[in-house]
């Protein structure tokens, strides 16, 4: 919004000066009835009701007229306090003005009033100058006021609006940074097949790759149902399975009820990955990968766990030096907040497991 348009909404200004004029009519009306049936008071309540709805109604039109010159009025805008004041002088004369001859004209031709025309006019003019300027003044004071809290409201709206954009360009700057990561161990995977001389081996990375890679680039979208992130979950396994042959045990649960809920997509594949290469990788002897997906309390909750070398003595999320973990951390501190969270731990028996709570929403 502009500060040289009328910036009060049609709608709202409508109604903001109707109802306030109104309720002092009202209240002006009851003062009178009031006043009427005290003892020795004799009021022409039917005179009395007539002139003074008459006066405070007709400042409806002159009102919004009002509004509508001054509303965008500021000091900053108009040179300064001075100058500002200078503009609203020849607006208010010709609006108590124009009040003046508009009561006069409608008290008169409604019987309200005994006076000439004119009379009447001089009548108020002297009379209630000062209550006129009064007037003038709170309502161009109420326009300024509406005008300031729109804009607000519309900076509260666009810093809003900036917030969701930038948190949406941090969580594509996340996801784009952990997808190479994931690309790159996948390709180090196979390297190291081909040093090894397992060229059949090297064939089925390549082909499982694939798989994952078109899966990655077919869509843009940060959040899929559960099952489908399993599903590339699954693809990453195979290729693993090549690389760790008869080490590797692999559980996959997931709950019926959780099958649809959205998550965003590589939420789980980093924790497989962590478990994998820093769990399980180090042992000589064969290791278990357990995945677990179900509903709990409002809540998607993801457990991956390994039986693999457990943590290093005083690990912890926020001093680790690995990218995938801190990574998927700020992804879901960026989009979720504290409705969510990724909880790393020891595990009874020995190796680590992950816990992952997202707010749960089905697809």
Do not use: K
Request: proline residues 4%; hydrophobic residues 50%.
């Amino acid at each position: 919004m502009t500060e040289q348009s009328p910036e009060i909404r049609v709608a709202p200004r409508w109604a903001a000066a109707a109802a306030f004029w109104l309720f002092v009519s009202i209240v002006y009306a009851g003062q009178i009835w009031w006043l009427a049936r005290l003892p020795g008071e004799h009021i022409n309540v039917r005179q009395a009701l007539t002139w003074q709805t008459t006066y405070f109604l007709l400042w409806i039109p002159l009102t919004l007229i009002v509004w509508r010159i001054t509303s965008s009025w500021m000091p900053e805008s108009s040179g300064g306090w001075t100058r500002m004041l200078l503009r609203h002088a020849p607006i208010f004369i010709a609006a108590a003005g124009a009040h003046f001859v508009l009561v006069a004209a409608v008290s008169t031709l409604l019987g309200a009033q005994r006076e000439a025309f004119w009379a009447n006019v001089m009548m108020q003019a002297t009379g209630r100058l000062h209550l006129e300027l009064l007037i003038y003044t709170a309502v161009a004071g109420s326009g300024a006021a509406l005008v300031l809290h729109q804009r607000y409201r519309d900076r509260e709206l666009a810093t809003v609006r900036l917030q969701a954009e930038l948190a949406a360009a941090r969580l594509d700057a996340l996801q784009g940074h952990l997808q190479p990561h994931f690309l790159f161990n996948s390709l180090h995977s196979i390297a190291s097949l081909a040093r090894a001389g397992d060229n059949a081996g090297v064939v089925r990375l390549i082909a499982g790759f694939s798989e994952i890679l078109r899966h990655l680039l077919s869509t843009e979208a940060r959040h899929l149902p559960l099952r489908d992130e399993l599903d590339l979950v699954e693809r990453y396994l195979e290729i693993q399975r090549v690389r760790f042959a008869d080490r590797l045990r692999v559980t996959i649960d997931l709950a019926p009820d959780a099958a649809a809920a959205r998550v965003p997509r590589l939420i789980v594949q980093p924790l497989v990955e962590n478990a994998l290469r820093h769990g399980l990788a180090p042992r000589v002897e064969a290791g278990v990968l357990n995945v677990r997906a179900l509903r709990e309390n409002g809540c998607t909750r993801i457990d991956v766990e390994d039986s693999g070398v457990g943590l290093p003595g005083g690990w912890s999320l926020a001093t680790t030096a690995g990218t995938g973990l801190r990574n998927l951390s700020s992804r879901l501190q960026a989009e979720f907040g504290s409705s969510a969270s990724l909880q790393v731990e020891a595990r009874d028996g020995g190796g680590v497991r992950a816990i992952v709570r997202v707010p749960y929403v089905a697809s």
